[in-house]
């Protein structure tokens, strides 16, 4: 008895469906197509341009390059200049004077004639001074504690205390 009336009603019923289907599509297809927009815009289009192709380049240059030109080469390989040698006066108050003036620790004093002619005597003269200058004794360090002191710079300052004690 209401099948035309239900009839009707379906029709009425598939109509707003399909109204509602197709606006949601539409939707769908609208945010479809800004996503699309959306990653043009965040995607570089090209390569990297001129100027980050040159950047990129000097930093992954080689941290280490071979040198080719003999100019700098002949620069590069230039021995360390050799410091003058000190005078025995220099080394003796620069890097023995802080202990030897005055005893410190035990240490035999400038002027001491009698301590430092009994180590003389005891060592074997003054390359067993040396020796022990250059090599350290006790609580002397080795060459006085500067270890850029020649072997030559440590016997000319041996000699100096020596001979300003009168030994
Ligand atoms: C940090 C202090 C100190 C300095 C700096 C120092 N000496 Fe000495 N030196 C000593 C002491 C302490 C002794 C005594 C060591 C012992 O016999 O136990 C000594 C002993 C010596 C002796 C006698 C070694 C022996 O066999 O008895 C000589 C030589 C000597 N020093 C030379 C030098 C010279 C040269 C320098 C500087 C280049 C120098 N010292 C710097 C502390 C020092």
Redesign the pocket.
């Known amino acids: 008895m209401s099948s035309k009336h239900s009839h009707h009603d379906d029709k009425a019923h598939d109509q707003a469906f399909f109204r509602t289907f197709g606006m949601v599509l539409a939707a769908l297809f609208g945010i479809f197509g800004f996503c699309i927009f959306a990653a043009s815009l965040i995607v570089p289009k090209a390569g990297p341009s001129e100027a980050e192709q040159a950047r990129l380049e000097a930093r992954i240059q080689p941290v280490g390059q071979a040198i080719t030109d003999p100019a700098v080469l002949l620069k590069a390989a230039a021995p360390k200049v050799k410091r003058e040698p000190m005078s025995a006066e220099q ?2 108050s620069s ?2 004077g ?3 003036t005055a005893g ?5 004093k400038l002027g001491d004639k009698a301590d430092w002619a009994k ?1 003389s005597g ?2 074997g003269g003054l390359d ?3 020796s ?2 250059i090599k350290g ?5 080795a ?4 270890p850029d ?1 020649s072997d030559d ?2 016997k000319a ?2 000699k100096l ?1 020596l001979e300003k004690s009168g030994v």
């Open positions: 080394v003796v890097a023995c802080a202990c030897h410190v620790l035990g240490a035999p180590r005891a060592v067993g001074l040396v022990a200058a004794k006790n609580q002397m360090p060459r006085g504690g500067n002191l710079e440590i300052a041996v205390m």
